[in-house]
């Protein structure tokens, strides 16, 4: 049962993974499971490869967690999968409801981060308002434009998008979206796993990249934790707060791009307010109609039921 369990708690991240703004340590966080795949991803060391090389295996997956490790990487996978199949397809058909839906995730997740939090002072209170300020920032930049196909470039896109792994409120997908590589590597994913070999370097790079990111980032947060707790979840409550920005449902586009297959993908929008999204007379992709009550009811079921899987998942 346990292993079901994290399977499928590794399966929600897979999926988080794939949607820009949404960030698979949130789920991570809200799971339960936050610490423990910090310090087992912290675990693949010096002692964990001198296991390995003197054939001590079962010594060296013992001492990784392995068997927590291997169950949460077979659900990502298979989240993955099916987010780059499934869950984009959910975005072009039913953008608003699908983006109330992420939003009341992350807004629920900010609390129970901040719930974590041992001793409230005003400088606990400064580290979130440092977070939110920072988060704003990132969420409301517009993509940078860079040689798309340079292959150092993708590299560097996976070190940075990992980060969406290992920091709650933080989205990978997101983070490709400012680099201007989520039009690149989504579809190259896509097409890799379809069967066109053509997009295996693009791939591999960029797995490379979420490698080294991966186990370098998990060092640093592992330091903070021990050392500085209540702050850095103040900062990670901060970061979800941020985000918000970029994950409410009704968005103005500003600027589209198409992918290899034409498919139109937003590349920079705006948050803007139910009544002046459903004024808005050109809004590719999300259209203008607010769909006021079928999302309000979503967003309020998604908080409660977070809430109470949260308190249940922490038990398992």
């Known amino acids: 049962m346990q292993r079901i369990t994290t399977a499928i708690k590794g399966t929600a991240m897979g999926l988080a993974e794939v949607v820009p703004g949404v960030s698979g340590g949130t789920i991570a966080f809200i799971t339960g499971i936050y610490e423990r795949l910090i310090s087992s991803i912290r675990r693949i ?5 001198k296991l390995i090389l003197n054939g001590k295996v079962k010594d060296a997956y013992a001492h990784v967690d392995g068997g927590f490790l291997l169950n949460l990487i077979l659900g990502m996978v298979i989240g993955i999968v099916v987010g780059v199949f499934g869950v984009t397809h959910l975005l072009d058909a039913y953008p608003i409801r699908v983006w109330a ?15 974590d939090i041992r001793h409230f002072t005003w400088q606990i209170l400064l580290f979130i308002l440092g977070g939110t300020l920072f988060a704003l920032w990132i969420t409301s930049g517009q993509p940078l434009v860079q ?8 590299f560097l896109s996976g070190v940075l998008a990992i980060s969406a792994l290992l920091l709650p409120g933080l989205s990978g997908s997101f983070v490709l979206l400012l680099l201007g590589m989520y039009a690149v590597v989504i579809p190259a994913l896509r097409d890799t796993l379809s069967g066109d070999t053509n997009q295996i370097p693009v791939v591999v790079f960029f797995a490379l990249g979420c490698i080294v990111g991966v186990f370098t980032l998990s060092r640093l947060l592992h330091w903070g934790y021990v050392r500085f707790r209540d702050q850095v979840l103040a900062i990670l409550t901060g970061f979800m707060l941020g985000s918000l920005n970029k994950i409410w449902p009704w968005q103005q586009v500003v600027h589209t791009t198409l992918d290899r297959n034409d498919r139109e993908i937003v590349t920079y929008s705006k948050s803007v307010s139910p009544q002046t999204f459903s004024n808005l007379t050109e809004n590719p992709v999300f259209g203008n109609d607010p769909a006021m009550l079928g999302t309000v009811v979503i967003m309020c079921v998604t908080f409660i039921v977070v809430i109470s899987i949260t308190l249940v998942s922490k038990k398992i």
Request: no cysteine; proline share 0%.
């Open 45 to 49: 060391d010096r002692q964990f490869l």
């Open 101 to 115: 839906f992420f939003f009341s995730l992350i807004a629920a997740s900010s609390f129970v981060v901040a719930r």
């Open 147 to 154: 040689d798309k196909t340079n292959l150092v470039f993708i």
